[in-house]
């Protein structure tokens, strides 16, 4: 449920846009210089640093750690660093905003540090998983209070006891692998951290431009290991760090060329990183005009000035080890593709799935609404360009920046307009993106005709299903796209017992659970620390007690009529809960599949288990169920029915969230009961 103020924008189409165009600084090199510059001793001068919503969340959380950060001028910002250790407690929570890449980083920062820092953010990124960032750092000594799955709100509980590790990334990131160097920063002894693929090394060029030693060496398949001996002091000086062009941002206005005929423009001092440009080198295999001028090195990073022109472009191959060099780029680059000659395949797009929306099913829905062919198998996204795309329809951004700009620029060259619902999170990357556009001869406005019409009364979704079928998983995903409450009844009686737990209350105590009970909110179930073992058993004490199951019953009946809909996932929600739900879906899948599914998840969050004992588990979970006296676990008898076996989670979504937009027409509806 989003909070944020809609912004709905059109972008038609327009003439050749031509000159010298400037971006702003790289978002990911603005994070790393602001940190790092309020770990080194003496004043930074930061110049050109992105003043994006992401960047300046960052800002404000190291200044609630005692950072002294000063605007000097539009984009020159001045840090008076702490030094190693110089951090102190911070008073409030750091709210992160939509920013993945400052919360990951500034949780390695945190954690050799004794004491607890809270973060919290947007929706957005409270539906964000973190807990491969929090594996790495809980073996060096932090422990972490997060919501299911490592999500925010979390604490980390630093110690000045860090342990040095040496770690191997089991997926490429970039931002992890940062989190560890953080660390490792002002942890005694040598931390390294092994990547089975090299991913941008901004943390490490900058780590030596502030004069730290960092030592990288190249593994024989391909990888890459680096280590930082903790604990390093830098030299009391004055310094200045020139943040480059953000090639992220840049992609933008270098498609828009490509695409619109007659265009030609200039970027200048863009990062040309190697590790940022998998982009560049795609478009010229597709027939791009793209030249590097005046090429040089600013604050330790490649830095060239961009000639772009407008280019016949054709369909390729895009393997899936390009990605990690252009994977905040897939969305524009799909934009490309559909102007392309042929067909474009992109491989090894999995990450897409956990950026600030699910990107890989955002591109496919937005692509197809302008009529553009384009479909998803696995972690492939595959697009049939065309000369000139259609457009029109109602592009849905899921509060994504990157998703909001792309349309944006697709809009400049379709035979009709095309709408975005939403460009409020531009914000957080490009702020000025509309504007220097509009200067070009783009024509990008405010359209109050974007924005979706919601069904009349607000929906009720029922999402019922034996464990590890999927169905928290779509529940999330639809409430998010529809801006309906989400509730997973599952974690109301632990809120309960939270409360009992954290009040010095005793759990067996009948009139202390009743209170409670009565006194739950909303907010209650969003707090980390339900996961923990006591609370857990607390929960399944009261769970017996019948008043405090009476009271809860109430509750999510009251949740089920939110004035703006909701979604609720859990068992019996279809035939107890809520048996006059406007749709009830039921999620199965077979037994193994539903144990595999668990068992990844399980060693996904660290946690060592046998196959064997999840899929026994999960037998004795089934057996319960279906011979509880009351309220067995059996689909409604109006309930559409869904077997995820052979099915991935965009194609259940995609099902389901088709049912819902048809939901008001009941013959069609009647129609949709699915049992595959």
């Given at each position: 449920m989003m909070s944020h103020s809609m912004l709905p924008l059109q972008s038609k189409p327009c003439g050749a846009i031509k000159g010298i165009v400037h971006v702003p600084g790289d978002k990911s090199i603005s994070h790393r210089a602001l940190i790092l510059a309020s770990q080194a001793l003496g004043k930074t001068d930061i110049f050109e640093l992105l003043e994006g919503e992401d960047v300046l969340r960052t800002a404000k959380a190291l200044e609630l750690l005692g950072v002294q950060i000063e605007r000097k001028a539009s984009?020159?910002?001045?840090?008076?660093?702490?030094?190693?250790?110089?951090?102190?407690?911070?008073?409030d929570v750091l709210d992160m905003g939509n920013s993945g890449t400052g919360t990951r980083l500034m949780m390695g920062l945190v954690s050799p540090y004794p004491f607890v820092t809270f973060f919290t953010g947007d929706e957005s990124l409270r539906g964000r998983p973190m807990r491969r960032a929090m594996i790495p750092l809980e073996q060096m000594g932090a422990r972490f209070e997060a919501r299911e799955g490592g999500k925010l709100p979390l604490a980390v509980h630093g110690t000045s006891q860090t342990l040095p590790i040496y770690y191997t990334l089991p997926v490429a990131s970039a931002q992890v692998k940062s989190a560890i160097l953080l660390a490792g920063l002002n942890t005694a002894g040598i931390t390294s951290v092994t990547e089975p693929e090299a991913t941008r090394d901004h943390t490490e060029r900058m780590l030596r431009h502030f004069g730290w030693k960092v030592e990288s060496k190249k593994e024989a398949k391909g990888g890459v290991t680096i280590s930082i001996q903790g604990q390093q002091e830098t030299a009391p000086l004055d310094r200045d760090v020139t943040v480059p062009a953000d090639p992220s941002s840049a992609a933008f206005l270098i498609v828009a060329a490509l695409i619109v005929p007659g265009s030609e423009i200039t970027i200048p001092h863009v990062c040309i990183n190697p590790s940022r440009i998998g982009l560049y080198t795609t478009l010229r295999e597709m027939g791009a005009d793209i030249s590097f001028i005046n090429e040089r090195i600013s604050a330790g990073e490649e830095v060239a000035d961009l000639h772009v022109r407008y280019s016949t472009l054709k369909g390729v191959h895009v393997p899936a080890e390009r990605a990690p060099s252009m994977i905040d780029e897939y969305p524009i680059l799909a934009v490309a593709a559909s102007y392309a000659k042929g067909k474009t395949v992109m491989e090894g797009l999995a990450e897409l799935k956990v950026k600030e929306s699910d990107r890989l099913l955002a591109i496919a829905e937005g692509l197809q609404q302008c009529k553009v062919t384009a479909s998803i198998e696995g972690d492939t996204l595959t697009v049939e360009g065309s000369e000139q795309p259609e457009g029109s329809g109602i592009i849905k951004t899921y509060f994504d920046h990157r998703i909001a700009m792309s349309f944006l620029v697709m809009g400049m060259a379709t035979k009709q307009a095309v709408h975005?619902?939403?460009?409020?999170?531009?914000?957080?990357s490009f702020p000025a993106f509309a504007e220097l556009m509009n200067s070009l001869g783009a024509s990008i406005t405010f359209d109050a005709n974007a924005t979706p019409k919601r069904h009349a009364p607000p929906l009720t979704i029922a999402i019922d299903g034996p464990a590890s079928s999927g169905k928290g998983t779509l529940a999330r995903r639809l409430a998010e796209a529809l801006g309906y409450m989400y509730l997973d009844t599952g974690s109301i009686y632990r809120a309960v017992g939270l409360k009992l737990i954290y009040a010095h209350k005793d759990p067996y105590d009948k009139r202390a659970a009743?209170?409670?009970?009565?006194s739950l909110t909303e907010q209650d179930l969003a707090n980390p620390r339900l996961r923990q073992e006591r609370i857990g058993k607390a929960a399944s004490i009261i769970s017996a007690i019948p008043e405090v199951r009476n009271i809860l019953l109430e509750f999510q009946r009251r949740?089920?009529?939110?004035?703006?809909g909701a979604v609720l996932d859990g068992r019996d929600i279809g035939t107890i809960v809520c048996p006059d739900a406007?749709?009830?879906?039921?999620?199965?899948?077979?037994?193994e599949t539903r144990a595999q599914r668990r068992h990844r998840e399980l060693q996904g969050e660290g946690i060592e288990v046998i196959y064997q004992s999840v899929l026994e588990d999960l037998c004795e979970r089934d057996e319960r169920d279906a011979q509880r006296a009351v309220a067995p676990l059996i689909p409604a008898k109006d309930a559409i029915i869904i077997d995820t076996s052979h099915l991935d989670a965009d194609t259940v979504f995609s099902q389901v969230l088709n049912i819902v937009n048809t939901s008001l027409d009941t013959d069609t509806l009647a129609k949709h009961i699915v049992n595959q």
């Amino acid at each position: 449920m989003m909070s944020h103020s809609m912004l709905p924008l059109q972008s038609k189409p327009c003439g050749a846009i031509k000159g010298i165009v400037h971006v702003p600084g790289d978002k990911s090199i603005s994070h790393r210089a602001l940190i790092l510059a309020s770990q080194a001793l003496g004043k930074t001068d930061i110049f050109e640093l992105l003043e994006g919503e992401d960047v300046l969340r960052t800002a404000k959380a190291l200044e609630l750690l005692g950072v002294q950060i000063e605007r000097k001028a539009s984009r020159h910002w001045i840090v008076h660093g702490v030094g190693i250790g110089g951090l102190r407690e911070s008073s409030d929570v750091l709210d992160m905003g939509n920013s993945g890449t400052g919360t990951r980083l500034m949780m390695g920062l945190v954690s050799p540090y004794p004491f607890v820092t809270f973060f919290t953010g947007d929706e957005s990124l409270r539906g964000r998983p973190m807990r491969r960032a929090m594996i790495p750092l809980e073996q060096m000594g932090a422990r972490f209070e997060a919501r299911e799955g490592g999500k925010l709100p979390l604490a980390v509980h630093g110690t000045s006891q860090t342990l040095p590790i040496y770690y191997t990334l089991p997926v490429a990131s970039a931002q992890v692998k940062s989190a560890i160097l953080l660390a490792g920063l002002n942890t005694a002894g040598i931390t390294s951290v092994t990547e089975p693929e090299a991913t941008r090394d901004h943390t490490e060029r900058m780590l030596r431009h502030f004069g730290w030693k960092v030592e990288s060496k190249k593994e024989a398949k391909g990888g890459v290991t680096i280590s930082i001996q903790g604990q390093q002091e830098t030299a009391p000086l004055d310094r200045d760090v020139t943040v480059p062009a953000d090639p992220s941002s840049a992609a933008f206005l270098i498609v828009a060329a490509l695409i619109v005929p007659g265009s030609e423009i200039t970027i200048p001092h863009v990062c040309i990183n190697p590790s940022r440009i998998g982009l560049y080198t795609t478009l010229r295999e597709m027939g791009a005009d793209i030249s590097f001028i005046n090429e040089r090195i600013s604050a330790g990073e490649e830095v060239a000035d961009l000639h772009v022109r407008y280019s016949t472009l054709k369909g390729v191959h895009v393997p899936a080890e390009r990605a990690p060099s252009m994977i905040d780029e897939y969305p524009i680059l799909a934009v490309a593709a559909s102007y392309a000659k042929g067909k474009t395949v992109m491989e090894g797009l999995a990450e897409l799935k956990v950026k600030e929306s699910d990107r890989l099913l955002a591109i496919a829905e937005g692509l197809q609404q302008c009529k553009v062919t384009a479909s998803i198998e696995g972690d492939t996204l595959t697009v049939e360009g065309s000369e000139q795309p259609e457009g029109s329809g109602i592009i849905k951004t899921y509060f994504d920046h990157r998703i909001a700009m792309s349309f944006l620029v697709m809009g400049m060259a379709t035979k009709q307009a095309v709408h975005i619902d939403d460009g409020s999170a531009i914000t957080t990357s490009f702020p000025a993106f509309a504007e220097l556009m509009n200067s070009l001869g783009a024509s990008i406005t405010f359209d109050a005709n974007a924005t979706p019409k919601r069904h009349a009364p607000p929906l009720t979704i029922a999402i019922d299903g034996p464990a590890s079928s999927g169905k928290g998983t779509l529940a999330r995903r639809l409430a998010e796209a529809l801006g309906y409450m989400y509730l997973d009844t599952g974690s109301i009686y632990r809120a309960v017992g939270l409360k009992l737990i954290y009040a010095h209350k005793d759990p067996y105590d009948k009139r202390a659970a009743i209170d409670a009970a009565l006194s739950l909110t909303e907010q209650d179930l969003a707090n980390p620390r339900l996961r923990q073992e006591r609370i857990g058993k607390a929960a399944s004490i009261i769970s017996a007690i019948p008043e405090v199951r009476n009271i809860l019953l109430e509750f999510q009946r009251r949740c089920a009529k939110h004035p703006k809909g909701a979604v609720l996932d859990g068992r019996d929600i279809g035939t107890i809960v809520c048996p006059d739900a406007d749709i009830k879906v039921f999620i199965t899948a077979s037994l193994e599949t539903r144990a595999q599914r668990r068992h990844r998840e399980l060693q996904g969050e660290g946690i060592e288990v046998i196959y064997q004992s999840v899929l026994e588990d999960l037998c004795e979970r089934d057996e319960r169920d279906a011979q509880r006296a009351v309220a067995p676990l059996i689909p409604a008898k109006d309930a559409i029915i869904i077997d995820t076996s052979h099915l991935d989670a965009d194609t259940v979504f995609s099902q389901v969230l088709n049912i819902v937009n048809t939901s008001l027409d009941t013959d069609t509806l009647a129609k949709h009961i699915v049992n595959q």
